[in-house]
């Protein structure tokens, strides 16, 4: 079989397997310490802030590090806080001119803002590991347990959970340089995969457990997610590509430029951070009325903590379509684009330099972001069909939103890199026909 032939090539180059098989051991370790619980809480003591992970904002970052969060463990706050850190400092590059200028020097730059970003990361952890011990404290009482008393338990804690976020960072550092794929990316995929099998089985035995239909509603759930899967897919491969025609040059007796080349510009250039953005906003009434301490809630901020009913979802996906169109304008230079060709020589054909050039790629994003905008939103709200479908709350995560779209866009980088180190050393890549494209093999990387 073509797939036991592919493993055994993978298994015959040496720095691809010792790769794979160095990704496996942090994996190992980052799923081991996962299930180390801070010292001084009883782990049988936990099922309220586990039944509270089952969905809502709380659902996702328990997804995100793996049940880490759910566990009370060392690794409680995972990735994400190095992830909100990223965004702001990308964000911040817009707005701060020494910050544009650092991404301009090049690698020394680059090293400065990701030095800038851990800092930032270090101060959002100071600040989430007490929220995170006083929001375990209120779950902890409604099963008549309680935290240990005292500061120290406090700031000790909250070391840890840095330290423990921290170590994650580094872990995926490591994948980065010694493993395979992104190292980030991946870890995040380990969450989100790590729920998957235990979400797919209870879902799969309350439907047996039905005594009309319920293993045939199963199996149109699962064939419905495979369509789903693919339509993500589509999202994050999708690319238009621009033909550019470079000039002719002759210096001495050679021949420079006159080959035609190609600009991809992505369908879905903001990838899945419209969705962050349009998540954390939609979560702040839930916050507002969390705060309040009032037992009665009004109908209006009532129909925004409802992730099942019509407004939510129509104000996020509103939210989304503005997002993508914020992001992918911030990311797409369209007058850099035009100014590099000049620069080089190249020219669209049919399009004259310079201004013409710049409107003309801006047209072809407007028109190619607007459908990706609709079905990004489409794929970001497919979780609330889900469950008004009776899709249980743990497995409808899967159908759709951020979850679904990391994890397509991280297993097609990871196969990505994988094929190009088959086709490297001379052996068939992954599939037959054509090469796999991954999000960086697309437009950029996530």
Known sequence: MRAVETIKNIWKIEDLRNRI??????????????????????????????????????????????????????????????????????????????????????????????????????????????????????????????????????ISSTVILAAGSMFVLWLGERITDKGIGNGISFIILIGIIARLPQAVYWEGRSRVAEQQGGLVMFLVEILFLLLVTAGAIMLVQGVRKVPVQYAKRIVGNKQYGGARQYIPLKVNAANVMPIIFAQAIMFIPISIVGFSNTENTSTFWAAFMDNTGFWYNFVFAVLIILFTYFYTAITINPTQMADDLKRNNGFIPGVKPGKATKDYLDAIMDRITLPGAFFLALVAIMPAFARIAGVSMEFSQFFGGTSLLILVGVVLDTLQQVESHLLMRHYDGLLKSGRIKGRAGAAGAY
Do not use: C, H
Not at 104 to 111: I, K, L, T, Y
């Open 21 to 154: 098989l160095t990704t496996l051991l942090y994996v190992a370790i980052f799923r081991f310490g996962t299930f180390v619980v801070l010292p001084g809480i009883d782990p049988k003591t936990l099922t309220a802030l586990q039944d509270s992970t089952r969905g809502g904002l709380l659902g996702l970052l328990d997804m995100f590090s793996g049940g880490a969060f759910s566990n009370a463990s060392i690794f409680a706050l995972g990735i994400m806080p190095y992830i909100s850190a990223s965004i702001v400092m990308q964000l911040l590059a817009i707005a701060v001119p020494s910050i544009q200028k650092m991404q301009r020097e090049g690698e020394s730059g680059r090293r400065k803002i990701n030095q800038w970003t851990r800092y930032l990361t270090i101060a959002i952890l100071l600040l989430q590991g007490p929220a995170y011990l006083v929001n375990l404290s209120v779950q902890l009482r409604q099963v008549g347990a309680s935290l240990p008393a005292g500061w120290w338990f406090t």
